[in-house]
């Protein structure tokens, strides 16, 4: 329960840059600043508030986001896990200039890549950071040269947070949907199955043609073990 810094704060400060934490992007404070600094772009990447008209008038090139799904598809908060929930066969990252909307603006540029038949939302997740910050800097590069695409706003679907009642499974659903939940819910807030034990989080499974076999479960307070260990036949 202690406070750590992100891992962009530790690397700017291995850096030796001056980093800059306020608690509301929309206060009059952090504006002014920004303002004053007269930054030529800023880059926005997995950042939890809304960026006002404001700041986002600041710099002469805009401001650029790094979203991890090929908008319009999944726009929001949660589009790693909701693009393994809908059972989307590939995703990938777009490089785009912010408007006051979610998600809304102009994309720069899109990087694809296939979803593995049996990767979850965090191996995903970290694949797309990889991508996203390669295609970034990519177009970064060239970013005055890009002439930024429209989306298809009519396309367009949404990818809402997750609750914590997301994970709670029943045996009744589909194999195939259990094992999307399963992958998509890694590692929060994971997704629970009823035993004879009481409710198990499932961290990995499989289809077998048309059931959903748990390999590897967790109960309350223990560490993860192979489900026959902590199940055996239930």
């Given amino acids: 329960m202690k406070l750590s810094p992100p891992p962009v704060k530790v690397a700017a400060q291995e ?64 589009p790693v896990a909701r693009a393994i929930l809908a059972g989307d066969t590939e995703t990938g990252v777009t490089i785009m200039l912010m408007d006051e909307k979610l998600d809304h603006g102009p994309v720069l540029a899109t990087r694809v890549t296939e979803i593995g038949a049996h990767e979850d939302a965090a191996a995903l997740t970290s694949r ?8 970034l800097v990519e177009t970064l590069e060239h970013i005055e040269e890009i002439k930024p695409a429209e989306q298809d706003h009519g396309a367009a679907t949404v990818a ?47 289809v077998e043609q048309d059931r959903y076999v748990p390999d590897l479960v967790q109960l309350p307070g223990k560490r993860p073990a192979h489900a026959k260990q902590v199940l055996g036949d239930a």
């Fill in 15 to 78: 850096l030796g840059l001056g980093v800059y934490q306020p608690e509301r992007i929309r206060d009059a404070e952090p504006v002014s600043r920004l303002r004053r600094l007269k930054p030529d772009l800023l880059v926005v990447v997995a950042y939890g508030q809304i960026i006002p008209a404001s700041v986002l008038s600041i710099p002469r090139l805009g401001v650029v986001n790094v979203h991890a799904s090929l908008l319009p598809r999944h726009r929001g908060a949660a």
């Fill in 128 to 135: 797309l950071a990889e991508m996203g910050a390669t295609l």
């Fill in 160 to 206: 809402p947070r997750l609750r914590k009642e997301d994970g709670e499974l029943d045996w009744e659903l589909e194999a195939q949907e259990i094992d999307r939940r399963v992958r998509a819910l890694q590692p929060w807030p994971g997704a629970t199955l009823p035993t004879k034990k009481g409710r198990v989080k499932v961290l990995t499974g499989h």
